[in-house]
């Protein structure tokens, strides 16, 4: 049987400062093939609202939706981590979070995602005094599209940048297991990378993160979007088949 990856091999991943890939996915054959293709992590985005389900943010998205499409993962999945993102409004309150996250668990993630800054640091410690891993959605969080105004980059500011750097060691202080920066300037992903024991992923982050995270239609060239940030890239325009985009 093939050994499935564990956080610590994402953490020594970033001791040895060898990167790790990171793909979205929401059904058993994607999954499989990129497990086979050595993805290490796996996510069960909420971006699934989006791309599958053709909403315009990923907000109408719903617990039960996650779990779905995290069985779906699940089944295909050969030994790459997973981590299953938690929907909108899911960890609200302290006995919705301990309560969702446990579903999600159950129903076969490794760890789970929850987007914000300070406000979930007491989350974060919950979860994680109870067993399960938390990864710390920064930067541009798209659950907050509608006080954010757009899905624009984050800390571009020195003050902002600064309140960032102190928000992700709060947040790993509080027992954070990973942190995905989202659309944030790359000196400043660096800076807090660098500063941080834990895997800091990437996406729109430059290239000096522990590892960088895709959404899958982006790479195989199916989006949504009438104009793709510049970090999207379609790989399966220079491969041959979907694996080998999936392994570029
Ligand atoms: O839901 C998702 O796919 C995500 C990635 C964009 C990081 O959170």
């Given amino acids: 049987m093939t050994k499935s990856i564990t956080i ?25 093939l990129m497990s086979e293709a050595g993805v290490e992590l796996i996510l069960v985005g909420d971006s699934l609202g989006m791309v599958v389900q053709g909403h315009d ?4 998205v719903s617990m039960e939706d996650l779990l779905y499409h995290l069985r779906c993962v699940k089944r295909g999945n050969v030994n790459s ?3 299953a993102d938690m929907p909108f409004m899911s960890y609200a309150s302290e006995e919705q979070t301990l309560e969702n996250a446990a579903a999600l668990m159950r129903a076969g993630a490794n760890c789970v995602k929850l987007e914000g800054t300070s406000w979930i640091s007491k989350s974060t410690e919950l979860l994680t005094e109870r067993g399960i891993p938390v990864c710390a ?5 798209p659950q907050s599209i509608n006080r954010i105004g757009g899905y624009i980059v984050q800390g571009r500011n020195p003050d902002k940048a600064e309140e960032l750097i102190k928000e992700a060691k709060l947040l790993e202080e509080s027992g954070a297991s990973m942190l995905l920066l989202e659309c944030v300037p790359s000196e ?6 660098e500063s941080l024991e834990i895997p800091v992923i990437g996406i729109g982050a430059g290239v000096e993160v522990d590892g960088q995270i895709m959404v899958i239609y982006d790479l195989l060239g199916i989006t949504q979007m009438e104009k793709s940030p510049k ?6 325009q220079e491969a041959s088949s979907i694996e080998q985009a999936i392994k570029n």
């Avoid at 943010?57 to 109408?60: A, H, Q």
């Avoid at 959605?137 to 969080?141: A, D, E, I, Q, S």
């Fill in 137 to 141: 959605h920064m930067g541009l969080t």
């Fill in 231 to 236: 970090f999207v890239k379609n790989y399966l």
């Fill in 81 to 83: 981590h997973v981590m």
């Fill in 188 to 193: 400043l992903a660096k800076n807090i990378s």
């Fill in 8 to 32: 610590e091999d994402l953490r020594n991943h970033k001791k040895r400062k060898t990167k790790f890939a990171c793909l979205t996915a929401y059904d058993a054959s994607l999954s499989r």
């Fill in 57 to 60: 943010s990923t907000i109408p």
